[in-house]
């Protein structure tokens, strides 16, 4: 079953929303001027972008004191690819935050020099999918597909917006070479937050008092970021979401996959994912409760 055309698009061997981007704004951004002091946060969709995304902001702006708490998180971390306010990111002051899903292949050439610094988050698929489909409920510019076991095949072909996780989590790691990258995974923000922003601050080089470092940890928990009405994204105008299907932030868990997931589609996603996921030098985490 082929994606409808209405949501979305291939560039390049990559799927993009249509009505937020064109082809013609994906070919400028090969020669997007890059800055040393930019940060872009790199993730395939659903992974924990907006999560990091108010990490990011709240390490960069120590609290949200210098002005930006009156800002949606939407305008602390600009979207490479979806410039939906058509926002002249040139003229935006230093540091300037980005989120992207881009594959690797497709970021602006300058990130290639290794002077501005990449931050790529990886999910376990299994949650990924699930979060994936639920989103497409309750997102306007995602088409629903009701029938989970019909999404989870699209996800597996890859025929969803960003395209193949497998592709995109290998390319980013296969050419981490050619970046200044640092490489987190959800489930170890999800287990130790506080070791996960420090990590991130050591990689960016901001140094934040101890106390800093406990404001940012208790502003990203989940349920903090549930009540925030500007970083829960609930912010996106009605024509975006509908919040009578669900939220953005909606569970924010590890392993929920087991809840939607029969024996039988599970075993059907190892027999698609499982040999190239035991190739990645990434070691995942299917359920909280799992030693590590
Ligand atoms: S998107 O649309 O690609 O930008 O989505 P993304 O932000 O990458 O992923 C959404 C999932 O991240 C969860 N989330 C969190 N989990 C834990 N803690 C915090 N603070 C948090 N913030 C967002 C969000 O709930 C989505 O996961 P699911 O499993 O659907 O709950």
């Not at 995602?142 to 989590?169: C, P």
């Not at 027999?271 to 995942?284: A, C, D, G, M």
Request: aromatic share 14%; net charge negative.
């Amino acid at each position: 079953m082929q994606p409808d055309e209405k949501y979305l698009f291939t560039y390049k061997g990559c799927y993009f929303q249509p009505d937020l981007t064109s082809v013609e704004y994906l070919d400028s951004l090969e020669d997007f001027e890059i800055r040393d002091s930019d940060v872009f946060l790199v993730t395939y969709p659903k992974s924990g972008t907006v999560w990091t995304e108010n990490i990011l902001s709240l390490i960069y702006h120590e609290g949200h004191r210098d002005g930006s708490e009156k800002l949606t998180l939407l305008d602390r971390v600009m979207s490479l690819e979806y410039n939906i306010g058509n926002v002249d990111y040139a003229s935006r002051p230093s540091p300037r935050l980005f989120a992207s899903h881009v594959p690797y292949y497709l970021v602006p050439k300058g990130l290639r020099n290794r002077r501005a610094k990449v931050v790529y988050v990886v999910r376990n698929p299994k949650d990924v999918l699930v979060s994936y489909y639920h989103f497409s409920k309750t997102s306007l510019k995602l088409e629903e597909v009701e029938d989970f076991g019909i999404f989870m095949e699209r996800f597996l072909a890859g025929k969803v917006l960003a395209s193949l996780w497998l592709d995109h989590v290998e390319g980013w790691y296969s050419h981490r070479d050619d970046f200044n990258i640092l490489f987190l995974t959800y489930e170890e923000m999800k287990k130790d937050l506080r070791s996960s922003v420090l990590k991130l601050c050591n990689f960016l080089g901001r140094r934040l008092t101890e106390k800093e470092v406990d404001a940012v940890v208790d502003q990203a928990t989940f349920n903090k970021m549930k009540a925030d009405p500007r970083a829960n994204y609930e912010f996106m105008p009605p024509e975006f979401m509908d919040y009578s299907k669900g939220h953005f932030l909606r569970k924010g868990t590890v392993g929920d996959w087991k809840n939607m997931m029969t024996v039988a589609q599970n075993e059907r996603f190892d027999s698609v994912f499982k040999e190239r996921i035991e190739k990645l030098p990434i070691k995942f985490c299917w359920d909280i409760n799992e030693e590590s």
